[in-house]
Structures are given as C-alpha cells and as structure tokens.
C-alpha cells in the first residue's frame, strides 16, 4: 500500500472537526491503519486512536499528532478549502478549519508509519503513534491519559513531535529548552447589578467595570514584568448585554495568559487576579468577580541531550543550515503530558509550509507579519509540496535516531 498523501491531506482539510468531536477524523485514521495492516485502539479521550508497531527488542519511541480543527471561517480561496461547520460547546453553530496545521500532522504521521512499517529490517523496538483530539482545548492528552493510554500502549522511552508553522517548506526550527510557553485560560465573570439604560445610576454597570478591567490589564505586562521577561495577558472574549437599553447583571471576560516556568505564571496569575478583584470594588460591585482557570498548559521543554541527537540526526539527513533556532514560541501545547506522565524526555520540533521565494520576497519586503498568514489566520494554508514530505522524512528520522538497530 502507498497512501496518496495529497488526496489524504486535502480530504482532512476539507473535513475538519472541533474538540473532542474528531469522529470522522478518527475514522479516516483507522481507515489507513488498517490498511497498513497495525492493531489500533480507538476511543482514547473520546475520539484519540492509538496504534503500534512492535519489532522485536529495543526502545519505545511515541510519536504524536494532534486533530481537530478550529472555529475559523476559512478565506484562502483554494479549491478545497472547508465550507465545514459545527457545534461549539456553548451550542453555537460555527464555522470550522484546519487553521492551524493538524490536517498536515495527521498526514505526515500516518506516512511515517507506513515507511516505518516497509522498512522493519532497518531497525528494532517499538513504534507507538498517537492522534490526539483536542489539541486546541488543552485538554487532549491529558484526556488520552485519562483514559489509559499509557496502559493501552507501551509505555515510551522518549515522546516525539512536531508542528506546522510559517516557515520555508523545508526548513526546521527546534531548541533545547523551553520550545513553547506555559499557558491558562481563564474565564472571568464580573457580577454588576442590572437595569433600566435610562438610570445607570441605579445600576453596577459591568460593561464599564469590564472595559476599565480590560486596558487595566494591559499594564500587567506593559508595566510590572521586567521587560527581559516573557509574558503575555490576552483578553479574547468579552461579553455582557442583549439590548442598547438595557445595563446587564453581568459581563464575562475569556483570557489567554503565557509565561516561560511556574515562576512566571504564579505571578502574573497573582497580578491579573488582583487587577480583577480591585477593578470590581472601585466599581462598587456587592459580589467578588468569578475566576475560573478553564485549561492550565505547561511549558514545553525539549530534552537538551536529545535534542542535540536530533539536530545533527536532521542536518545529516537534509543538510547543514536545514536546522533553525526559532526561539521560544509564545504559544503552547499539551504534548508534553505524555512524556510528564511517564517521566521521560521529549522532543517537539516545527517544520515549514510557507513557499520558500514567497517567505524570502516578505522578508525582503519587510512585511513577514502582513504577508505570511500564521497559525489560527483564514488565510492560513501551507504549500503541500515539500512540506508534506518534509514533515514525513522529519518523523521517520527522528524516530530511527532512538529506535534500535537490528539484531
């Protein structure tokens, strides 16, 4: 069997899936694994899969790949771009994409194991592939967890990733240390008192104590982190009110909070809390805001020692100047709960999709950030060729650097 990885590819593009509700997602994995002939288990974390390939004595490598889509309406214009929609869990209808590169994850993991499973006389141990749903959440693989996939599956000797992201096609950026941010999602409820448009002066009105806690906020990073530190407060969601008069009971903020280590969070936690609670009583409020932590992501650090390993493995495959630091990103992922919880190192890299002459002309022009569409953009939509193959060879040697060699 060769899977054709452009048909696969563009089939998951058109067909993406919110959190937890990757069920097609699964089917289309399980389709391929067992036409590869592996044994999977399915159902992990609701709709995660599993499978291994077991050959003979030797290390356990687990390699991940993360599913589910975005609540995004998809603007590249491309022939198969997704017109999907789907069900948010506050039961909004929404429009869905792979804004953010999962589909190409799915893909180049899946040719992975069918060129480790071709080729088993070149190496010994054991192979464990895991789909992830709810990468976008946080909570997938802890939901994977949950549910024993570290029971399910032999359990590794080292966890392995990667991610999609604006560079060159072609090009990969990994770094030992911290790869990607820790990171919370916090939902705040600021709780006013309601009424007439006419008589705000009979009111608490969270709209405005909503607004002043907002830019309050923005000081947090702005004036009291060092500024050799990283730290990042987003507020993207504010709601509050159905009609021009009525004053609302009560508005609800949706943050993203990033920092680098524990340190970092306990304190910018701290300082938006303290933010939250003094802009509800300079607004006079009888009831203490509401804050509820809806995720709580680590910082993914890359094992220094294996990283290294994989470096020279990659530059020996693709060639010297392949290899980038991209520095730490500002983002996060939940990969590394599954080397946390089995106590082993872990190594997430990130590979290119942007055509090469494209990216050189933006940073030529000065204008990466204006004419380079990132994670999570409607116009976000990697070049299938090399990126596809680039994210297949990356995995394959990868895994052959910790894999054994044949008795």
Same mark, same amino acid.
């Given at each position: 069997m060769t899977i054709d990885l452009e048909a696969l590819y563009i089939d998951l593009h058109r067909h993406p899936e919110l959190s937890f509700q990757e069920t097609r997602t699964a089917g289309v994995i399980t389709r391929e694994l067992a036409a590869l002939g592996l044994e999977y288990t399915e159902g992990l974390g609701k709709t995660g899969v599993a499978t291994i390939i077991r050959n003979g004595e030797g290390p356990v490598v687990w390699l991940r790949a993360d599913m589910d889509g975005l609540p995004v309406p998809e603007q590249t214009g491309l022939a198969y771009a997704s017109t999907a929609r789907g069900t948010d869990p506050a039961g909004n209808d929404v429009p869905v994409m792979h804004a953010c590169g999962h589909d190409m994850h799915v893909t180049a993991l899946l040719d992975a194991l069918e !060129?480790?499973?071709?080729?088993? +006389?070149?190496?010994?141990? @054991?192979?464990?592939?895991?789909?992830?749903? *709810? +990468? +976008?959440?946080?909570?997938?693989?802890?939901?994977?967890? &949950?549910?024993?996939?570290?029971?399910?599956?032999?359990?590794?000797?080292?966890?392995?990733?990667? /991610?999609?992201?604006?560079?060159?096609?072609?090009?990969?950026?990994?770094?030992?240390?911290?790869?990607?941010? *820790?990171?919370?999602?916090?939902?705040?409820?600021?709780?006013? !008192?309601?009424?007439?448009?006419? !008589? #705000? /002066?009979?009111?608490?009105? #969270?709209?405005?104590?909503? &607004?002043?806690?907002?830019? !309050?906020?923005?000081t947090v990073v702005s004036r009291e982190i060092d500024p050799r530190e990283m730290a990042v407060v987003t507020v993207g969601s504010l709601h509050a009110g159905l009609k021009n008069n009525i004053i609302p009971a009560e508005a609800t903020l949706e943050l993203s909070l990033r920092y680098p280590d524990d340190d970092a969070r306990a304190d910018v936690l701290g300082r938006v809390e303290r933010i939250v609670r003094a802009e509800a009583q300079a607004s006079g409020a009888d009831e203490e805001p509401v804050i509820t932590v809806d995720h709580s992501l680590p910082p993914t650090i890359n094992d220094a020692a294996a990283t290294a390993r994989i470096?020279?493995?990659?530059?020996? &495959?693709?060639?010297?100047?392949?290899?980038?630091? #991209?520095?730490?990103?500002?983002?996060?992922?939940?990969?590394?709960?599954?080397?946390?919880?089995?106590?082993?190192?872990?190594?997430?890299? %990130?590979?290119?999709?942007?055509? #090469?002459?494209?990216?050189?002309?933006?940073?030529?022009?000065?204008?990466? =950030?204006?004419?380079?569409?990132? =994670? /999570?953009?409607? %116009?976000?939509?990697?070049?299938? /060729?090399? @990126?596809? +193959?680039?994210?297949?060879?990356?995995?394959?040697?990868a895994a052959r650097e910790f894999l054994g060699d044949p008795a």
């Open positions: !060129r480790l499973s071709a080729t088993t +006389e070149e190496w010994s141990g @054991t192979v464990v592939a895991v789909f992830q749903p *709810a +990468e +976008e959440y946080g909570a997938g693989a802890q939901a994977m967890i &949950a549910d024993g996939v570290l029971d399910a599956c032999p359990r590794p000797d080292i966890v392995l990733g990667q /991610h999609l992201t604006p560079l060159p096609a072609g090009v990969i950026g990994v770094r030992p240390g911290t790869q990607m941010a *820790a990171s919370d999602g916090l939902t705040v409820k600021l709780l006013g !008192r309601g009424g007439h448009g006419s !008589r #705000p /002066h009979a009111t608490i009105d #969270p709209i405005v104590m909503a &607004a002043a806690t907002v830019m !309050r906020l923005q470096t020279a493995a990659f530059d020996r &495959a693709f060639g010297a100047g392949t290899v980038i630091d #991209p520095g730490m990103f500002t983002g996060s992922e939940d990969v590394s709960w599954f080397a946390r919880e089995a106590g082993v190192p872990l190594v997430f890299w %990130f590979w290119g999709g942007v055509d #090469p002459q494209t990216y050189a002309a933006a940073v030529e022009r000065g204008t990466l =950030n204006e004419d380079i569409p990132t =994670n /999570h953009s409607p %116009f976000f939509a990697p070049v299938l /060729h090399p @990126t596809i +193959e680039r994210g297949v060879d990356a995995l394959v040697v």
